[in-house]
C-alpha cells in the first residue's frame, strides 16, 4: 500500500506530460526571444513568493485560499512521490507529514468551493473553474484519508477509499493540465522565469514599449505565430481570476474590451476551433465574430476571433497590468496587433486616421502649426532655447500647448518658474509632438521618426533637466528615446514645484481646509512610480487631502490615453464620468489634476461636479504674491 500513492504521483505526471507537451510545442513556433534560463529559474522562487504573493494578497481570502491550496498541493505531491524512497515509505511518520499537507490542500480546497458556491463573483469563470474546486477537495481528501491511514495504521478500507478519491481528482487535475486551470499551475512557473520584461523583478518600472525593427517582412503581429514564444506563454498562464476585468476602465465603461476574455481569446486563437470552453465575462456589447483560429490565422478581424473594436477600446492604462498576479503583459499584446492594423493594413478608425494625418504631415496631431505652441504666454516673457544657447531647464511645453484650456496650466507653470528665477527656456517652433500618439495608435514608423528628429534637437542645447507637465511626454521622453540615443533628466513639473517649495525658492502660504482630492495619471503614477511629490505639495498647500476609493497604483484612468478620444469607440457610459463619480464620492470640492488630458477629459464630464484643476494653478494661487482669495476662483471655463 505504501507505493500506492507515489504510483498515483507518477501517473499524475505522466498523463499531465501528455496533456501539457503539446502545447509547449506551440510555444516553440512562436518567434525566437532571448531568455536567460539559469538567472530565470533560480528567480522563480522569489518571483512566486514576492512578486506574486505582493499582488495575491491585495485580495486576503484569496491570498490565504492561494497559500493553502498551492502550499499543500505542492508539498503534499512531492512529499508523496518521494514515499518510492524505502526508508520514507516505510515511515508512520513520514506519512503522517504528507496526510497534515493534504489536510492544509483541503483547507484551501474549501475555500475554493466557498467562494464560488452558491454565487460564484462575476469576475470568476465557471466551467472548468467550477470543476476545478471538486477536483481539488476530492485529491486532498482522498489524500489525507490514504496518507492518514498509512500513518495511524486505519484499515484497509479507509485507505482504498482515500486512494480511489485521489485518483479521481489527481487524474482529473492532470487532464485540466491541458486544457483547464491547471494549465496555469505548470505555464505560471515557467512564466515567472521565460518573463519578456524581467526586469520588472527587479525593481524597475519597466513600461517602455518595446522598438519595432521597421525593416522585418512584417510589421506587428497579425497571427499567433507572429507572437514571441515566451509572450504565447505568457497568455497561458492567466488563471482567469478577473482581477484584470475589475480594474479596466473600458470593461467598467461598457465599452467591448475585457482584459481577462482577450487573453483567453489570444491563447485560444494558437489552436483551431475557437473559444467555446470560456465561461467567464464577455465583451460588454460583444461584436458578433466568425472564432475562426489557428496558428496561422488572423487574429483581428469580424472574420476572426477579435472583434478591431475591442482593440481600440484600450486607453493603455496598464491596470489590467499592476492588477494581474501572474505579471502578464495585456497592452504590449494590444499595441503589437495595433502595429499591423496600422502599418500593415491602415485598418484604423476613421478619426485615429486623420489624427495619424495630421501626424505625419504636420508633426503634430492638430495639425497646428509648431510656431504657435507657446502662444498661450501671450504678454509672458517666455526664452526661447534657440536664442539662449543653454538653460538650467528646459520646459516641454506638449501637445496639449495649443488647447487654451492647456494654455493656463503652462501660464501657471510659467509664473511658479519665474517666481523662483529658475533659468528656463522652450524649445517653441523647434518643439515637436514627442509621438506618443502615434506610438499607442500602433504607427510606429512615425513615432521613430519624431523621436529621432526631437532626440536630434534636443542634443543641440545645453540644459541639466527637462520639465513638463504633460506624463505621456514625461514618459516617452524619459523611457522611450533612449533606444533612440537620447538619455534625459526628465521631471514632471509637480516634482519639480515640490522640489523648489522644498529649497524655499516658492514661498507659499496655507489655501485653507478647502476638502480636494487628487486624481493619479496613469502614465505619471502607474508608467513612472510618482505617486507623492503632488500629494506633497497639496499637503503644503494647507487643503484638506480625500483619497478617492482608487487612488496611486489602483487609480482608474480618466479615459484620456493610448489614443481612446480619437479611436471613440462607444461604450454604456463615459470613463470619465465614472471617474468623476469616484471623485464626488469623496465630498470633495476641488478635484486636483496633474496631466492635461486628464484635465481636459475630467472638465468635460457635465452636471454638478467638483471643480477641476492642475496642481500648478493651486500652487500659483498660493504664491504670497498672488491675491489672497479663496481656491475656489471662479467656475470651469472662468481665467483661474
Known amino acids: 500500500m505504501t507505493l500506492a500513492l507515489p504510483l498515483l504521483v507518477l501517473a499524475m505526471i505522466a498523463f499531465a506530460a501528455t496533456r501539457f507537451v503539446p502545447r509547449v510545442a506551440l510555444w516553440r513556433a512562436g518567434r525566437a526571444a532571448p531568455v536567460d534560463w539559469a538567472g530565470g529559474l533560480a528567480a522563480v522562487p522569489r518571483r512566486y513568493l514576492v512578486d506574486v504573493h505582493h499582488v495575491v494578497e491585495r485580495d486576503p481570502y484569496a491570498a490565504r485560499m492561494h497559500a493553502a491550496v498551492a502550499g499543500g498541493l505542492i508539498g503534499a505531491t512531492a512529499l508523496a512521490l518521494i514515499g518510492l524512497v524505502p526508508p520514507l515509505g516505510a515511515s508512520r511518520l513520514f506519512w503522517g507529514l504528507v496526510a497534515i499537507l493534504f489536510l492544509a490542500m483541503l483547507g484551501g480546497a474549501l475555500a475554493v468551493g466557498a467562494r464560488r458556491v452558491p454565487q460564484r463573483p462575476k469576475r470568476l469563470s465557471g466551467g472548468a473553474f467550477q470543476m476545478l474546486a471538486v477536483l481539488l477537495l476530492a485529491y486532498a481528501f482522498g489524500g489525507a484519508l490514504a496518507a492518514g491511514s498509512l500513518a495511524l495504521a486505519l484499515p484497509s478500507a479507509v485507505f482504498v477509499v482515500g486512494l480511489i478519491l485521489a485518483a479521481f481528482g489527481g487524474l482529473g487535475l492532470a487532464w485540466q493540465t491541458g486544457k483547464g486551470p491547471m494549465r496555469h499551475a505548470l505555464t505560471g512557473a515557467l512564466h515567472l522565469a521565460a518573463h519578456p520584461r524581467p526586469g520588472r523583478f527587479e525593481g524597475q518600472r519597466e513600461t517602455a514599449l518595446r522598438p519595432l525593427d521597421l525593416d522585418a517582412p512584417k510589421l506587428g503581429v497579425e497571427a499567433p505565430a507572429d507572437f514571441s514564444w515566451n509572450r504565447l506563454l505568457g497568455f497561458d498562464a492567466c488563471i482567469q481570476c478577473g482581477r484584470c476585468e475589475a480594474a479596466c476602465p473600458a470593461f467598467a465603461a461598457g465599452q467591448p474590451l475585457n482584459p481577462k476574455r482577450l487573453i483567453q481569446d489570444l491563447a485560444a486563437s494558437m489552436t483551431p476551433g475557437g473559444n467555446p470552453s470560456y465561461a467567464g465575462s464577455d465583451y460588454p456589447q460583444a461584436r458578433l465574430v466568425a472564432g475562426v483560429s489557428g496558428f496561422g490565422q488572423a487574429i483581428i478581424g469580424a472574420a476572426a476571433m477579435v472583434h478591431p473594436d475591442t482593440l481600440w477600446s484600450c486607453t493603455t492604462c496598464r491596470a489590467c497590468v499592476e492588477e494581474c498576479p501572474m505579471m502578464i503583459e495585456h497592452v504590449d499584446a494590444i499595441v503589437d496587433l495595433r502595429r499591423f492594423q ?42 526661447v532655447m534657440a536664442r539662449k544657447g543653454e538653460a538650467e531647464v528646459l520646459l516641454w511645453l506638449g501637445t496639449n500647448a495649443f488647447d487654451m484650456r492647456t494654455g493656463r496650466t503652462l501660464r501657471a507653470l510659467v509664473q511658479l518658474l519665474q517666481a523662483a528665477k529658475v533659468d528656463f527656456a522652450v524649445l517653441g517652433e523647434e518643439e515637436r509632438d514627442c509621438g506618443d500618439l502615434a506610438r499607442r495608435l500602433g504607427d510606429e514608423a512615425s513615432f521613430q521618426r519624431l523621436a529621432r528628429l526631437n532626440v536630434e534637437t534636443l542634443r543641440r542645447y545645453r540644459f541639466q533637466r527637462i520639465v513638463t507637465a504633460d506624463p505621456h511626454s514625461l514618459h516617452v521622453l524619459r523611457n522611450e528615446y533612449p533606444a533612440f540615443g537620447g538619455a534625459f533628466n526628465v521631471v514632471h513639473h509637480t516634482a519639480y514645484l515640490d522640489e523648489l517649495a522644498e529649497a524655499g525658492r516658492l514661498a507659499l502660504r496655507a489655501l485653507g481646509p478647502t476638502p480636494v482630492t487628487y486624481h493619479d495619471p496613469c502614465y505619471l503614477g502607474r508608467y513612472n512610480g510618482e505617486f507623492d511629490a503632488p500629494r506633497r505639495l497639496l499637503d503644503r498647500l494647507g487643503l484638506e487631502r480625500r483619497e478617492m476609493e482608487r487612488s496611486r497604483k489602483r487609480s482608474m484612468c480618466c479615459g484620456g490615453g493610448g489614443g481612446a478620444p480619437v479611436t471613440d469607440i462607444a461604450g454604456e457610459q463615459r470613463i470619465p464620468d465614472l471617474r468623476m463619480a469616484q471623485a464626488k464620492d469623496t465630498k ?53
Request: charged share 25%; hydrophobic share 45%; glycine share 10%.
Open 588 to 640: 470633495a470640492e476641488l478635484v486636483a489634476v496633474a496631466c492635461p488630458q486628464c484635465t481636459s477629459m475630467l472638465e468635460g464630464v457635465v452636471g454638478d461636479r467638483p471643480d477641476v484643476f492642475d496642481v500648478a494653478e493651486l500652487v500659483l494661487r498660493a504664491l504670497d504674491t498672488a491675491p489672497a482669495d479663496a481656491v475656489k476662483p471662479a467656475r470651469i471655463g472662468e481665467p483661474a
Open 342 to 383: 496600422t502599418l500593415e493594413l491602415g485598418a484604423v478608425p476613421e478619426k485615429a486616421e486623420l489624427v495619424l494625418a495630421d501626424i505625419r504631415g504636420a508633426d503634430e496631431p492638430g495639425g497646428a502649426p509648431l510656431g504657435a505652441r507657446a502662444d498661450f504666454a501671450g504678454g509672458l516673457d517666455v526664452p
